[in-house]
Nanobody, 132 residues
Framework: QVQLVESGGGLVQPGGSLRLSCAAS????????IGWFRQAPGKEREGVSCISRSDGGTYYAASVKGRFTISRDNAKNTVYLQMNNLKPEDTAVYYC?????????????????????????WGQGTQVTVSS
C-alpha cells in the first residue's frame, strides 16, 4: 500500500500560482500512475492530471490544459502540480492519488476522463482557494 501526503495548498488571488506536492512512500513497482483530483463543495470529484512514474506520460483535463503542469522526481518519490493563472473555479480540495495499473493513464488519455474509481490509494487532500 502506498502512502501519499499532499502539501502546498493555500489562498491565492486570481491569476496567481501555486505548486502542490505529493510525497509518496511504499512503492514496490515501477509503473505507478500518480495523479491529482479535486473536489469543490457540492460537486463530484474531478480528475485534473496524472503522470506515469516510469515514462513520464501525462494527461490533463481540458479545464486545466495550458495552465497546470504535472511533473515527477522519482528520486524523491514526489509528484508536483504547478498551477498557473489560477481562477476562482479552481477552488477545491486537491487530492493526490496513485494506482499500480499502468493502463490508468492510457484510459484517461483515450477517454478524456480520469475516474476516481481507477485509483486505489489516496492522500488526505490540501485546500486551494482562489479569491480576491
Amino acid at each position: 500500500q502506498v502512502q501519499l501526503v499532499e502539501s502546498g495548498g493555500g489562498l491565492v488571488q486570481p491569476g496567481g500560482s501555486l505548486r502542490l506536492s505529493c510525497a509518496a512512500s511504499g512503492f514496490t513497482e515501477d509503473y505507478y500512475v500518480i495523479g491529482w483530483f479535486r473536489q469543490a463543495p457540492g460537486k463530484e470529484r474531478e480528475g485534473v492530471s496524472c503522470i506515469s512514474r516510469s515514462d513520464g506520460g501525462t494527461y490533463y483535463a481540458a479545464s486545466v490544459k495550458g495552465r497546470f503542469t504535472i511533473s515527477r522526481d522519482n528520486a524523491k518519490n514526489t509528484v508536483y502540480l504547478q498551477m498557473n493563472n489560477l481562477k476562482p473555479e479552481d477552488t477545491a480540495v486537491y487530492y493526490c492519488a496513485a494506482d499500480r495499473n499502468r493502463w490508468r493513464i492510457l484510459r484517461a488519455q483515450t477517454t478524456g476522463v480520469m475516474r476516481p474509481a481507477d485509483f486505489g490509494s489516496w492522500g488526505q487532500g490540501t485546500q486551494v482557494t482562489v479569491s480576491s
